[in-house]
């Protein structure tokens, strides 16, 4: 495997959720698989104050947490932990800058690192322009004989102008292809098997098209709420915060052509291709396509949950929807009639993620009991969790007569390896360390699903609480049935996975 060079991870935002129990325990778990630099340093900064060991043993705890059979005396950790360093920095003091830039090449002389920095925006969203701006000014962005990345978490913009606006300046310092949009659910291993399935097998090429495929379904619940994030889910949702990047980035893996090569370029085109061709709504087909609900008070695994509106930091009247289901049309010659639908939410029964790709039925049902009249094929794609890929089709139940039943081929990922799957930070810092951006997404993609994603918005705002259906916590919204007729539903594949 191949090693990134010598280089310094800087993460702003480092004593935040994300740097501990997302960046760090990936970046060890790297360390320990022997595929991080064999010179690196890690500097955190945010404004709370904590010395090099105190962050140390805030990060120790997160690696112990997210595995749980390690000891903190394993002497591997110590020796990782050595290369992680601190400092109290508030991105919005300019003058603090030159103090950050004096730190970085102390510890690069220490170390005796070439000038390779990868900045890591961690921090709440208004900072992703204060940041590079800072670093524009002191210096820190720029490199002769090295090389400058930054890492963006989302949400990249909150609509197409600010989104637009955030590349323009992002731009005006860094190249392109240096600047990474981050987005986790391409880091992970399930969803990177998509690309493999489809374009290393023949055999499903030609079924994959308009003709074969009645309907494609991605969906994504969870079971959790809102959690303290109340402030941020009220100017986000679960159209911004779910469908604009992670969802609509899937359904771009199962809908995108092959890619001319397998480099970042060839396939971040084809993944813009699909984003633009997105049929947009009239607001009248938007009230027919597209389903927005908020959870209630309910029950989740036995314990009593609130509503949304009683969530920490969210308006007592918050018209802000937790669901969301959309029928995604896509105008391009493969997909034109082939509906994908979108459907995602918090507080739902169960936490998964799945694709579900529905194959045309027989021209005639000739059995009895032929899948209850609806196709017996269907590939499941399932990400998380129990991630697996199964093929369903009918076959005759033994005995007299010839009476169909749906059965199932499955792969299970745990039947590879008995290693659990790495997480998808460590694939997506391992490949902005190499320089790989594959797997992150590209201004022009980013600004087609914005440009899908708006007018919903807007026409949300317009129609207030019309429309806005409530769901108790642990139930799914039956709104959804409205979207998608009877016939097409799969009442089969949850019983088997
Ligand atoms: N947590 C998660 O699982 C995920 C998070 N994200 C994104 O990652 C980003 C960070 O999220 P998360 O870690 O959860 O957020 P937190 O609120 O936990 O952390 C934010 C961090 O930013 C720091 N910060 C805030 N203001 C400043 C400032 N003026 N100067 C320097 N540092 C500052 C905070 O530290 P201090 O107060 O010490 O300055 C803290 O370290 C967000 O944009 C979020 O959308 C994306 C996907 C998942
Ligand atoms: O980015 C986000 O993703 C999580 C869901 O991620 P998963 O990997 O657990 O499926 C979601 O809970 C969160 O609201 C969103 O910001």
Not at 313 to 327: I, L, P, W
Request: negative net charge; contains cysteine.
């Amino acid at each position: 495997m191949e090693k990134a060079d010598a280089q310094m991870l800087l993460i702003f935002g480092a004593s935040g959720d994300l740097t501990t129990r997302k960046l760090i325990p990936a970046l060890y778990e790297l360390y320990v698989r022997n595929l991080l630099p064999e010179n690196f340093v890690i500097l955190g900064a945010a404004r709370t104050v904590l010395t090099d060991n105190e962050f140390r043993r805030k990060q120790c705890d997160g690696i112990l947490t997210s595995q749980k059979e390690l000891s903190a005396k394993d002497a591997r950790l110590s020796l990782f932990l050595k290369r992680v360093y601190y400092m109290g920095f508030d991105t919005q003091n300019t003058d603090e800058y030159e103090t950050l830039k004096n730190r970085v090449e102390e510890l690069q002389n220490l170390y005796s690192l070439p000038d390779n920095i990868v900045f890591y925006m961690a921090t709440p969203p208004e900072m992703y322009e204060v940041i590079p701006l800072g670093l524009q000014k002191c210096g820190l962005a720029y490199t002769s004989d090295g090389f400058r990345r930054i890492v963006v978490e989302k949400p990249f913009g909150t609509d197409i102008k600010s989104a637009k606006h955030l590349t323009r300046l992002l731009e005006s310092i860094f190249d392109e292809h240096d600047i990474y949009r981050i987005d986790h659910y391409l880091g992970k291993e399930t969803v990177q098997n998509i690309l493999v399935l489809r374009f290393s097998n023949g055999i499903f090429e030609p079924l994959w098209n308009r003709n074969y495929i009645d309907h494609v379904e991605i969906v994504s619940s969870e079971t959790l709420g809102i959690g303290n994030r109340g402030g941020y889910y009220e100017s986000s949702g679960a159209l911004r915060d779910m469908v604009q990047n992670h969802l609509l980035q899937l359904m771009a893996f199962i809908a995108m052509e092959p890619p001319v090569a397998f480099d970042p370029e060839s396939i971040r085109d084809e993944i813009a291709k699909v984003f633009k061709s997105l049929h947009h709504y009239t607001p009248e087909e938007m009230q027919e396509q597209i389903v927005r609900g908020q959870y209630t008070a309910g029950t989740i695994a036995g314990e009593s949950v609130q509503g949304y509106r009683d969530e920490k930091n969210v308006s007592g009247d918050s018209v802000r929807e937790t669901y969301v289901a959309v029928k995604i049309e896509l105008d391009n010659w493969r997909w034109a009639g082939t509906p994908f639908y979108i459907y995602t939410g918090k507080r739902l029964s169960e936490k998964k993620t799945e694709i579900i790709i529905h194959f045309k039925s027989t021209p005639q049902q000739l059995f009895v009991g032929q899948c209850s009249g609806s196709s017996c094929n269907q590939l499941i794609i399932r990400v998380q969790p129990n991630e697996s890929i199964a093929l369903r089709f009918g076959l005759k139940i033994p005995g007299s007569g010839f009476e169909v039943r749906q059965v199932s081929m499955d792969f299970l990922y745990s039947s590879l390896s008995d290693k659990k799957l790495p997480d998808a930070y460590e694939r997506l810092l391992l490949d902005v360390m190499l320089g790989d951006s594959t797997l992150y997404s590209r201004a022009d993609a980013q600004e087609a699903s914005w440009n899908f994603i708006d007018p919903i918005i807007k026409n949300w705002v317009k129609r207030g609480k019309d429309g806005l259906a409530f769901y108790a916590s642990g139930s799914d919204p039956e709104e959804i049935d409205r979207l998608m007729p009877h016939d097409k539903k799969c009442n089969c594949c949850n019983e088997m996975m």
